[in-house]
């Protein structure tokens, strides 16, 4: 069993069964708008990060222009 958070940020150890198109896994900008751009094409897609977009990987040193 699995701990995830949705994106309302509950929190659940219910087991979690999801089908996607694209699976992106990573935690910079570039997977960010990666995921962006399937989803505008209508592409069933999931993003998974160790954190929030934008504050770790390449972002956490440097920034995200916010």
Known sequence: ???YQSESGNSST?????ETDVLVI??????????WNAAAQGVR??????GY???TG???????GC
């Open 26 to 35: 990573s935690s910079g900008p570039s997977a960010t708008w990666a995921t």
């Open 53 to 55: 977009c934008g504050t």
């Open 1 to 3: 069993m699995s701990t």
């Open 14 to 18: 219910s087991p979690l069964n999801l």
């Open 58 to 64: 390449a972002t956490a040193p440097s920034g995200n």
């Open 45 to 50: 897609r999931i993003l998974v990060d160790k």
